[in-house]
């Protein structure tokens, strides 16, 4: 099958010279590391770190009927959304399956940015164009921006530095800022992937380099997808794709938090209501390896006394805590922390049980 | 790169060293540096039989987890079981401390199929 060529992050030249290591990454040609995933996964749980996050998706939306008509297309509430604030929301299909989970941010009481998955712009934008209606206008403008997540419990004192001239600070947590210079907007959003404290940058393409190095320069360390997938792990935050599917509903990936059934009409509200009211069978649920072993990986075996309970989705060394750690959707009734259970590596069977999320908890 | 003249090498990238028919296998400074930060190792049993090519041991990083194959037949004589505990020293010496087990070679005559320096070097670049 011909493959089209892989795109090139504006942040690129920066990960030459720095030596990243590029791999292949949903169509894109990423840093998985700099100087190693361990070390960079310390830097931003202890100081801060700087990763290339330009490959996610924008998609704006706009018009008068764009808080409405987004609010039957997104499990959050939408209208319900205060200006310069942001909600982790799903875009589910027909049948109550998970599109795509990503971050709704309300620009103004008509403007909305989305971030979606490096992914899943496409398949995110042709399903949002099959459902437009008039009175709302989508831009995808996922190619047009640079973007740099700053993460770390000194990720505030970095964002001074950083953004001193501008006369911003690190945005809260789930709230927005933004400043205009002379090659467009950019947008600060207090967001992250990580668990730590930090923000997430949005700018112009080519502000993009002149960041990403301010951002080292005042003491971040550059940090690739590979920490970025650990980071994430510990917290028990999912991957869409790996954790999360459109054969799937947020309420079995335990995420019925971020779903408002008491709102009005919304795609796949019906399926969710029922799986509600009939109780869900299976349930994404964290898992962790209480004996020393090797590290459990995607695909592997569990059992529950001694029969088949399910295989890993997410699944790794969590190198904050020292052990395996991984999500699993399981049977409800061996969802229970503590639980126990094996992890089949290679023919072995290693102990693990149902841990709580997150699996780490940043000390505060 | 570090690729020493004095060891024989495979293209799956172990190195091998034999002195007085006992095999010491690792695997080379341009594996270790592919592969990135070690955590985990799985190394065979002493007195397991193995034939060239067999898989014999298991190097785990961060993202993957990769099989060594035995360069030559023969008997493992010793694993190196400093690795369990720190298998950070195939990062840090893969030609030294981070030796991974020794073979007693049953077939001499396999040892020609392994690669000098130059010719792993030649593969790799």
């Known amino acids: 099958m011909p493959t089209a060529p892989l795109l090139h992050s504006p942040l690129h030249d920066e990960h030459l010279r720095h030596d990243g290591r590029l791999v292949d990454f949903a169509g894109w040609k990423m840093p998985v590391q700099y100087t190693g995933i361990l070390e960079e996964h310390r830097a931003v749980r202890s100081g801060c770190g700087a990763f290339d996050i330009s490959h996610m998706g924008q998609v704006f939306l706009s018009g008068e009927n764009a808080a409405g008509w987004l609010n039957g297309i997104l499990t959050g509430n939408i209208p319900e959304m205060g200006e310069k604030t942001s909600l982790y929301t799903f875009m589910l299909n027909?049948?109550?399956?998970?599109?795509?989970?990503?971050?709704?941010?309300?620009?103004?009481?008509?403007?909305?940015?989305?971030?979606?998955?490096a992914s899943m712009v496409d398949e995110d934008v042709t399903w949002l164009q099959g459902h437009l209606e008039d009175?709302?206008?989508?831009?995808?403008?996922?190619?047009?921006?640079?973007?740099?997540?700053?993460?770390?419990?000194?990720?505030?004192?970095l964002a001074r530095e950083m953004l001193g001239e501008t006369g911003c600070t690190m945005p809260a947590r789930n709230t927005l800022a933004y400043f205009t210079g002379a090659s467009g907007t950019t947008y600060l959003c207090g967001t992250g992937y990580t668990g730590e404290p930090g923000f997430e940058m949005i700018c112009p393409l080519q502000d993009g380099p002149q960041w990403f190095n301010k951002a080292l320069q005042t003491g971040a360390?550059?940090?690739?997808?590979?920490?970025?997938?650990?980071?994430?792990?510990?917290?028990?935050?999912?991957?869409?794709?790996?954790?999360?599917?459109?054969?799937?509903?947020?309420?079995?990936?335990?995420?019925?938090?971020?779903?408002?059934?008491?709102?009005?009409p919304f795609i796949g509200k019906e399926v969710l209501l029922k799986e509600k009211q009939d109780g869900i069978r299976e349930k994404l649920t964290g898992i962790e390896?209480?004996?020393?072993?090797?590290?459990?990986?995607p695909g592997y075996a569990l059992f529950a006394n001694n029969e088949a309970a399910g295989n890993l989705c997410s699944a790794g060394l969590s190198p904050s805590l020292g052990n395996g750690i991984g999500l699993a959707y399981l049977p409800v009734a061996l969802s229970r922390i503590d639980t126990a259970l094996e992890i089949d590596i290679r023919g072995k069977r290693f102990a693990a049980r149902v841990a709580k999320k997150p699996f780490y908890r940043p000390p505060r | 790169m570090n690729i020493p003249e004095n060891l024989k090498y495979t293209a799956s990238h172990e190195w091998v060293s034999i002195k007085d028919g006992v095999a010491t296998i690792g695997i080379t400074d341009h594996a270790q540096e592919e592969l990135s930060e070690l955590v985990y190792i799985e190394l065979p049993e002493q007195g397991r039989q193995v034939s060239k090519g067999d898989p014999v041991a298991v190097i785990e990083s961060v993202k993957a987890a990769s099989d060594i194959y035995a360069p030559l037949?023969?008997?493992?004589?010793?694993?190196?079981?400093?690795?369990?505990?720190?298998?950070?020293?195939v990062n840090k010496d893969p030609h030294g401390e981070g030796w991974m087990l020794r073979i007693n070679i049953t077939d001499e005559s396999e040892v020609d199929t392994l690669l000098d320096a130059a010719t792993y070097k030649g593969g790799i670049s």
């Open chain 1, 135 to 157: 009175g709302v206008i989508l831009e995808d403008r996922s190619r047009q921006f640079a973007a740099i997540a700053i993460q770390g419990p000194k990720a505030e004192d």
């Open chain 1, 289 to 297: 390896m209480t004996v020393k072993g090797p590290p459990p990986r």
């Open chain 1, 94 to 117: 027909e049948n109550g399956g998970i599109i795509d989970d990503l971050i709704a941010y309300r620009l103004g009481p008509d403007s909305f940015l989305l971030v979606v998955n």
């Open chain 2, 73 to 89: 037949s023969g008997e493992i004589v010793e694993p190196n079981l400093e690795l369990a505990d720190d298998p950070s020293r």
């Open chain 1, 221 to 264: 360390v550059p940090c690739g997808l590979g920490a970025r997938d650990s980071l994430r792990l510990e917290m028990g935050f999912p991957l869409n794709g790996s954790d999360l599917s459109p054969a799937r509903s947020p309420l079995t990936a335990g995420l019925g938090f971020f779903v408002d059934l008491e709102k009005g």
